[in-house]
């Protein structure tokens, strides 16, 4: 090569330098940052993946940051269900003692009496109380709107989801076929009706779906006497009579197949008709009969086509988004003109919207109905739990029958409404925060993945930069000795 001033080898060692210095700068950039996108031009397509995955998991965060949100709220609500459902136990006691009234006296079922009327009073306290952030969650005002519905028809709906859907649902139920009680006949009549007389002493165990009795029926009462004793314990079982022209006829208290009748004679059970006296006619047709288990029938609704679940009067519904309960009214639910129906309306407003993900049609919202005592209870026109107050028409001191059917009905539909939002809080939204808990962490992953420094592969190529530098930088000095080389020529 020939030797002149233009030092060709001092140019290609500067720009050997400027490239390995480059390296090197790169190297320490990702192994301080930790990041091996730094800049657009170290992976162009990386860093737009990145950019795209990132987007998504801030989105993914926020929605589980709207879950555990949402998680917090409902677990506030299911806290003071739980205290409403044990006070309705406690009234259900005070309730169950007094029906006993000939082992209490007058003050002991008025103190009875002033118990439940503060724990009314503490339902109603929770009820106007419980809140999250200045919301009140079960008071009424986050309960799905309705329409339509009617005392003859559809009664006590409660709607407890609806669809994302911006338009009403009209809904149209229709009874394929009528509810039925449990029936059975205690004993059929051959002679006149004022001439029915028991003979001797009857023992008869009847037993329903609230239990069991034994009846003692004593030598000599009318028809009219007998129904009155089986009525008599009509709380304890479940089975009430009845004084028909003919015969006296037992039913259940409740419609559906869970209601039963089951008559079994201990002793006697001889039922003389012939004769205005307890003296036995010698004929069976009229006795006592035992039967074995008599049920109920179920009503059966649907709604828009839909077969719906049915326990007795009670219709549950779920499709489409809808899930919602209502008891029938007896007049239309014991019909027996199939093809009736009644049309009522979910309206789409109403209710306490929650995102479970990272889009709109992720979105689900549930009722919650009030829980306040005036609200509970009453299906069908019968007592309110509101009405256990004193003075009101199931006053222990007056109707105890109508207190004890209340509690029971208020009781039911607390642990219906505590079992939906608890089945939403765990298969809902627990799911979906297990879910976008998983997501996150993939999404870290991957962006780990495409983005961060292999700390020992960076070290490692540093190492080799810096080597080259060095070695570059004394190459350079070499080279620079060609100037002086043509010095010494001259």
């Known amino acids: 090569m020939a030797l002149t001033i233009t030092n060709s080898n001092t140019l290609q060692l500067l720009r050997i330098l400027n490239q390995n210095a480059e390296a090197q700068r790169s190297s320490l950039l990702q192994l301080s940052t930790g990041k ?92 106007n109380t419980t809140n999250f952030n200045g919301k ?51 004993s059929t009549m051959t002679g006149v009706a004022a001439t029915v007389r028991t003979s001797g002493t009857t023992l008869v165990s009847i037993k329903g779906s609230l239990g069991t009795a034994t009846i003692t029926l004593t030598s000599g009462l009318t028809q009219t006497q007998v129904v009155t004793a089986i009525n008599a314990a009509k709380d304890q079982t479940g089975v009430s009579a009845l004084q028909n022209a003919t015969s006296i006829g037992l039913n259940s208290t409740t419609f559906g197949k869970d209601a039963f009748i ?5 002793s006697g059970g001889i039922v003389n008709s012939s004769y205005t006296t307890a003296t ?12 074995t ?23 549950s519904y779920s499709a489409n988004g809808l899930s919602l309960e209502f008891t029938l009214a007896q007049a239309f639910g014991e019909g027996n003109t199939a093809g009736t129906t009644a049309v009522f309306t979910v309206l789409a407003s109403g209710g306490a919207t929650y995102q479970l993900g990272t889009n709109s049609s992720t979105r689900r919202t549930i009722g919650i109905d009030s829980l ?63 879910s976008l808990q998983a997501a996150d962490a993939a999404l870290g992953d991957a962006v780990s993945a495409i983005g961060d420094t292999d700390f020992a592969a960076a070290t490692a190529r540093l190492n080799s930069q810096t080597v080259l530098v060095q070695s570059t930088i004394q190459l350079l000095g070499i080279a620079n000795q060609q100037a002086s080389q043509i010095l010494s020529l001259l």
Do not use: C, H, M, Y
Request: avoid cysteine; hydrophobic fraction near 40%.
């Open 36 to 127: 091996r996108i730094n800049t657009g031009k170290d992976d162009p397509a990386g860093l737009i993946a990145i950019s795209n995955l990132a987007a998504e998991r801030i989105a993914v965060q926020g929605a589980l940051t709207n879950n555990q949100r949402t998680d917090s709220i409902l677990s506030v609500a299911d806290s003071s269900i739980t205290e409403i459902s044990n006070l309705l136990n406690e009234i259900s006691t005070l309730v169950s003692a007094s029906t006993s009234s000939a082992n209490l006296s007058d003050s002991e079922i008025a103190a009875n009496q002033s118990q439940i009327d503060d724990a009314l009073d503490a339902i109603d306290r929770i009820v």
């Open 136 to 186: 009140k969650l079960i008071d009424g005002s986050l309960a799905i709107d309705t329409s339509g519905t009617s005392t003859t028809t559809v009664n006590n709906l409660r709607v407890f989801s609806r669809s994302n859907a911006t338009t009403d649902s009209v809904l149209t139920a229709t009874r394929v076929a009528s509810a039925q009680l449990a029936t059975a006949t205690f």
């Open 262 to 266: 089951s008559v079994n004679v201990l």
């Open 280 to 291: 036995t006619d010698g004929s069976t047709a009229n006795d006592a009969q035992i039967t």
């Open 293 to 315: 288990k008599n049920a109920g029938v179920d009503a059966n609704i649907t709604i828009n086509g839909q077969q719906t679940g049915a326990d007795g009067l009670d219709i």
């Open 372 to 434: 306040a005592a005036f609200n509970l209870a009453g299906s069908n026109g019968t007592v309110r739990l509101s009405e256990l107050r004193a003075g009101g028409a199931a006053d222990l001191r007056t109707n105890t029958e109508g207190a004890f059917s209340a509690v029971k009905e208020a009781i039911q539909q607390v642990a219906s409404t505590r079992g939906r939002i608890g089945g939403f809080q765990k298969f809902q939204v627990g799911s979906a925060i297990k």
